[in-house]
């Protein structure tokens, strides 16, 4: 779908979010970077604006992640949420 389409902006946000979910959900993690790529790459000769590729990708990984911490717990016959804190990546800088 070419961003300059008349389909809603929530459409577009939505097929990326299906392209995301395929590439991180579906695939294997070895895979992961190479179909990231591919989308970025995709999405841009469909004239997706940059900023805008990378803020829904951005936004997919957060609740993609934020789903998989998310845990119940059953105490005394009853269902709590139990939240998952943050894992940190370190920044490397090329040399």
């Known amino acids: 779908m070419n961003f300059w389409s008349q ?5 577009k946000i939505d097929t990326i ?16 970077l190479d ?4 989308i970025i790459k995709v999405l ?3 004239n997706y604006p940059l900023n805008f590729i990378f803020e829904n ?5 957060k609740k993609i992640i934020m ?3 998310r845990k119940s717990v059953i ?15 370190p920044f490397v800088r090329d040399y």
């Open 17 to 32: 979010a299906g392209l995301i979910d395929r590439v991180v959900l579906l695939s294997n993690s070895k895979f992961h």
């Open 57 to 61: 990708i951005n936004n997919r990984l």
């Open 75 to 89: 105490n005394n016959n009853r269902v709590e949420a139990v939240q998952s804190l943050w894992f940190t990546v």
């Open 35 to 38: 179909n990231l790529c591919f």
């Open 67 to 69: 789903a998989s911490n």
């Open 44 to 46: 841009l000769e469909n």
């Open 7 to 11: 389909h809603l902006i929530s459409q």
